[in-house]
């Protein structure tokens, strides 16, 4: 069974950081992308990183370049969402997801991220 298990959440005030984990079970983890996918309150999902199978190669979405980053470790099945300087407009569920043939085909059940003073 796939299962994708995301934690690190948590309030934070706006200029701070945290970092996302995710980990994976039921497959072979080196060999997907994953991607990282989030929601605000009432708002639609909105993609925000990925990352090759190898880790060697990353894409983020205009609203988070230089502020967040996105890597992994294949040996733990785990991959990581470090944000840094995080905005109160930041504040979404954030779901771990994996890729296969362009599709997102596994999610996590996400873990909330909230930017407030």
């Known amino acids: 069974e796939v299962q994708l298990v995301e934690s690190g959440g948590g309030l934070v005030q706006p200029g701070g950081s945290l970092r996302l984990s995710c980990a994976a079970s039921?497959?072979?983890?080196?060999?997907?992308?994953m991607y990282w996918v989030r929601q605000a309150p009432g708002k639609g999902l909105e993609w925000v990183s990925a990352?090759?199978?190898?880790?060697?190669?990353?894409y983020y979405a205009d609203s988070v370049k230089g502020r967040f980053t996105i890597s992994r470790d294949n040996a733990k099945n785990t991959v990581y969402l470090q944000m840094n300087s995080l905005k109160p407009e930041d504040t979404a569920v954030y779901y771990c997801?994996?890729?296969?043939?362009?599709?997102?085909?596994?999610w996590g059940q996400g873990t909330l991220v909230t930017v407030s003073s």
């Open positions: 997801v994996r890729g296969v043939g362009g599709a997102l085909d596994a």
């Open positions: 039921g497959f072979t983890f080196s060999s997907y992308w």
């Open positions: 990352i090759n199978s190898g880790g060697g190669t990353t």
